[in-house]
């Protein structure tokens, strides 16, 4: 027996991600359970009540609305030890990913995460994942159980099944007041974000935009605006390279709304999005690194022999990417 861990959102529905997690966990095979934890679990519970599990279960009050390691990972800890599944999935959210190690150390299991892959090979599972920047992907099982996984988005097209009537089985689970309070949140405004996940397309800048033109100027306000217009009009999510986002110490002028959180590459972050557009990049391995999962790659360079020319992208644009995004814009604001 397998288990499925979910946590519903804010308005009791299930993320993306945990439908792609449901949808992998299904492919194996196995008979398995569904557990919810959350706020207001039962609209999230007929939502996949025809995903065939064969059973749902619930940890459901006002304290577990919020993502707290004290009452997530007593709520995971009640589920599991209900089941008592050999192996566990759960979506690769910020919230599972820091209790589910705690969890595995209480039930004396194992806990993986970051897993990009599950298949079933000679009745048993096997986990994927990707180790030293993305460069080496291993296969790996255990003999632990039960073994926890956190699984990452892309892996499985999400389940979209009918919805039913779930009949869940609440688990009763009484926590003492919780030392952490949320009082709220802090975010920017949807203007000034710029990294999105779940967007279509990632929008990867090099430190080009920040170099002299071809009439000798250095454009960084007018390359500011242009990014800027673009992720407004196209919602895009914004990616850079490293040395763009360390021109900083380099006194070079900067984009300053560009930080480490943006950098793809060997030393950043490998997104998954379907399409990526490169602009001003050179394609070196460090960055292309990064690219691994993008779906379809297209890239603008005045350079036609740059890295992106030599196999790396599937199409080439051999432009001025300033005239380029400029004229993008323009079409996307009609």
């Known amino acids: 027996m397998n288990l499925i861990l979910l946590h519903s959102e804010a308005d009791g529905t299930l993320s993306k991600l945990s439908l792609e997690t449901l949808a992998a966990t299904i492919a194996l095979g196995a008979p398995f359970s569904v557990g919810i934890v959350g706020?207001?679990?039962?609209?999230?519970?007929?939502?996949?009540?025809?995903c065939g599990a064969g059973k749902f279960l619930t940890v459901t009050g006002p304290e577990f609305g919020q993502a707290r390691y004290a009452t997530d990972?007593?709520?995971?800890?009640?589920?599991?030890?209900?089941?008592?599944?050999?192996?566990?999935?759960?979506p690769a959210t910020s919230r599972w990913n820091r209790v589910l190690p705690g969890v595995a150390h209480r039930l004396g299991g194992k806990a993986d995460s970051h897993?990009?892959?599950?298949?079933?090979?000679?009745?048993?599972?096997?986990?994927?994942?990707?180790?030293?920047?993305?460069?080496?992907?291993?296969?790996?099982?255990?003999?632990?159980?039960?073994w926890l996984l956190a699984l990452e988005g892309g892996i499985a097209a999400a389940w979209a099944g009918a919805a039913g009537t779930a009949n869940a089985e609440a688990v009763s689970l009484t926590v003492s007041s919780p030392r952490t309070s949320v009082i709220g949140f802090e975010a920017p405004a949807a203007d000034q974000q710029t990294i999105?996940?779940?967007?279509?397309?990632?929008?990867?800048?090099?430190?080009?935009?920040?170099k002299k033109q071809s009439d000798g100027q250095v454009k960084t306000a007018e390359a500011e605006t242009l990014i800027l217009d673009f992720l407004r009009l196209s919602r895009s999510s914004l990616g850079s390279t490293k040395s763009l986002v360390d021109l900083g110490g380099e006194g070079v002028a900067v984009l300053p709304?560009?930080?480490?959180?943006?950098?793809v590459g060997q030393t950043g972050s490998t997104p998954r999005h379907a399409k990526g557009l490169s602009t001003c990049c050179h394609g070196e391995e460090p960055h292309t690194v990064g690219w691994r999962f993008i779906g379809e790659r297209r890239a603008i360079s005045l350079d036609a022999n740059c890295?992106?020319?030599?196999?790396?992208?599937d199409i080439l644009y051999v432009a001025d990417a300033f005239a380029v995004m400029e004229k993008v814009n323009v079409l996307l604001g009609r």
């Open 307 to 313: 890295g992106w020319a030599r196999g790396k992208a």
């Open 257 to 263: 709304f560009l930080s480490h959180m943006n950098q």
């Open 39 to 50: 706020e207001n679990t039962a609209s999230a519970a007929d939502s996949i009540a025809t």
């Open 115 to 146: 897993v990009t892959g599950l298949v079933m090979a000679d009745g048993k599972p096997q986990a994927t994942r990707w180790f030293y920047r993305q460069r080496m992907e291993a296969v790996f099982s255990r003999s632990t159980r039960p």
């Open 73 to 90: 990972a007593a709520a995971a800890e009640a589920l599991i030890r209900a089941v008592g599944p050999d192996l566990v999935t759960a």
């Open 196 to 210: 999105r996940p779940d967007a279509d397309l990632l929008f990867v800048t090099g430190a080009g935009w920040t």
